[in-house]
């Protein structure tokens, strides 16, 4: 079924080249464009979105923290898992709750490194970012979820 307003969303080659746009839109965009990258693709992709886990605009960040979440899930304790959990000291609570719930895709493989920033995200000033934080916790770990989320 076709949608009322399809996404915008490039494809892998194309979302690799405008990452490096002036045009804040047109990053956001290819951040999305790169959570889609598959074989080859997969690791200039997620080099590109740890870059953009930096960008001025927070839209960029996180669409970049959802995708990156979504190339990620599931691999053993991925070096660049630790952008993830830099990103949850970001001013935009938008864009925490972003990495938070890309930590939380991480899921078991994850480990331990990967829950304790979801437990620290139980505590923060931020409704919305609490809400994600226990529910990443409880789907990556629902046996470390239980004590913290009574």
Do not use: W
Not at 44 to 64: G, K, Q
Not at 120 to 135: G, H, I, Y
């Amino acid at each position: 079924m076709p949608a009322f307003f399809p996404l915008d969303i490039p494809h892998v080659e194309a979302a690799l080249r405008d990452a490096h746009s002036h045009n804040s839109r047109a990053r956001s965009d290819a951040a999305l464009g790169l959570g889609a990258a598959t074989g080859e693709d997969r690791a200039p992709a997620i080099r590109e979105l740890v870059r953009l886990l930096e960008d001025p605009f927070l839209y960029v960040r996180y669409n970049a923290a959802l995708s990156l979440g979504e190339l990620l899930a599931g691999q053993e304790s991925p070096a660049e898992a630790e952008s993830l959990f830099l990103l949850l000291e970001d001013p935009a609570p938008l864009v925490r709750q972003a990495a938070v719930v890309a930590i939380g895709a991480l899921g078991r493989a994850g480990g331990p490194r990967a829950f304790e920033p979801l437990l620290k995200a139980l505590k923060s000033a931020n409704a919305d970012v609490r809400f994600q934080a226990a529910l990443s916790l409880a789907e990556a770990a629902p046996e470390v979820a239980v004590d913290p989320l009574i």
